[in-house]
């Protein structure tokens, strides 16, 4: 998973120009298209330049910032974009590749619901043999510094392991994005798909501040503290408590039994009654 600030944060040279294509190839200000597929560039300049000329591919004078589509056909273009302040002195120049390729990957985006606490993205792509995701904090209106201070609090949030949107994904689909609990702000959800020749990616951002965070202790019942047993079964039987200060009973154990002498004929001895003599009949 990627994490970073886009192209279009604040920058920190009071000259910048930021210029780049969408679906790029991998770079910002480069991309590979399929003839007849049209790439969307954007740029933004420091409020230093007050006016920006087109030339290359495109042609004409252009405001400071702004988005234009342009098409690709069988030859591959090159957009240059000059701005300039007032009295011309200050000027910077930047440029974007269009590159026209019969193999080339594209990409297309969408937000297909946009609802309360969540979103579902939806995606396709051509040519493409692996698509893998990236989330992106997004802080366009802050300075350098704060920039710096939120992405690490943006960091330290672990956003993107609770999201849905991470790893591999099938070269076209949907999906539905749940509220981030671990992060309010603005998340870029990218997909960069590519075979052995090129890539292009794609981004939606999201902000998450103007929707509502789901309660969970709604969502999670609470778990049961003493559920009670089922009432065909028998009641556990608990032993009696024993008062401080006195010790229980020794168990008891059974008596020895003494063993039984089978029955005899008494025998004759010291204590035996003797006869008297036989009485001899006259």
Same mark, same amino acid.
């Given at each position: 998973m990627l994490l970073g600030v886009p192209s279009f944060a604040q920058a920190a040279s009071p000259y910048a120009l930021n210029f780049s294509v969408s679906p790029s190839d991998g770079y910002v200000f480069q991309a590979r298209l399929l003839p007849g597929e049209t790439a969307t560039v954007s740029w933004g300049a420091s409020p230093i330049f007050k006016r920006c000329i087109a030339s =290359? =591919?495109?042609?004409?004078?252009?405001? /400071?910032? =702004?988005?234009?589509?342009v098409v690709i056909k069988k030859k591959s273009k090159i957009l240059y974009l000059t701005c300039m302040s007032e009295n011309g002195l200050k000027r910077s120049t930047e440029y974007v590749l269009l590159r026209s390729d019969s193999t080339a990957v594209s990409v297309d985006m969408s937000l297909e619901k946009d609802e309360q606490s969540s979103v579902t993205l939806k995606w396709s792509s051509k040519n493409a043999t692996t698509c893998t995701t990236g989330i992106y904090c997004i802080f366009t209106s802050l300075a350098t510094s704060e920039q710096t201070q939120k992405l690490v609090e943006c960091y330290k949030s672990n956003v993107w392991k609770e999201a849905p949107w991470q790893g591999e994904m099938p070269s076209s689909g949907s999906m539905q994005i749940p509220f981030p609990m671990g992060w309010t702000g603005q998340l870029g959800y990218g997909l960069t798909c590519k075979n052995d020749r090129s890539s292009a990616a794609q981004q939606i951002n999201v902000d998450w501040t103007r929707k509502v965070k789901p309660d969970r202790s709604?969502?999670?019942?609470?778990?049961?503290?003493?559920?009670?047993?089922?009432?065909?079964?028998?009641? /556990?039987?608990?032993?009696?408590?024993?008062?401080? =200060?006195?010790?229980?009973?020794?168990?008891?154990?059974?008596?020895?039994? /003494?063993? /039984?002498?089978?029955?005899?004929?008494?025998?004759r001895g010291r204590g035996s009654p003797q006869r008297g003599p036989a009485v001899q009949g006259g």
């Open positions: =290359g =591919g495109w042609n004409g004078a252009k405001a /400071t910032s =702004g988005t234009e589509q709604i969502m999670t019942p609470p778990p049961v503290a003493n559920p009670v047993p089922p009432p065909h079964d028998p009641p /556990t039987q608990m032993p009696s408590p024993v008062p401080d =200060g006195i010790m229980p009973p020794p168990p008891l154990t059974p008596a020895p039994t /003494t063993p /039984t002498s089978p029955p005899h004929s008494p025998q």
